[in-house]
């Protein structure tokens, strides 16, 4: 499966973005997917995950009551609804898919898209 991210931009502290992960390729209700985000001079970390279904989703602490991640399967896309961001959310954030379920183990994710940058003014 290939994906594409897209919806970054640059919002002040306390607004909102919707990313979107679009797949193409092999049918996307068989890959769990992930999101991931980069800060300049940062590791890769864990943002969000949603399995195939939809049933079973995991957040990093850092954003859980700020963040929703959901999926369309009819329409391939999942998306990242981010409220009250802050400055110390600002990132490059890509998407990832597994066949299983890996939660937020990125090594494991069997392919990614490229990266949409956020930028959180203060």
């Known amino acids: 499966v290939q994906l594409q991210a897209s919806g970054g931009g640059l919002v002040q502290a306390g607004g909102s973005l919707r990313l979107s992960c679009a797949a193409s390729g092999r049918a996307f209700n068989n890959y769990n997917v992930g999101w991931f985000r980069q800060a300049p001079g940062k590791e890769r970390d864990f943002v969000a995950a949603?399995?195939?279904?939809?049933?079973?989703?995991s957040y990093a602490d850092s954003v859980k009551g700020r963040f929703t991640i959901s999926r369309d399967n009819a329409k391939n896309t999942v998306s990242l609804q981010m409220n009250s961001l802050k400055p110390e959310d600002t990132a490059v954030y890509y998407c990832a898919a597994a066949t299983v379920w890996v939660g937020a183990h990125a090594f494991q994710y069997e392919c990614w898209g490229q990266g949409t940058l956020v930028t959180v003014s203060s």
């Open positions: 949603i399995n195939r279904s939809g049933g079973s989703i």
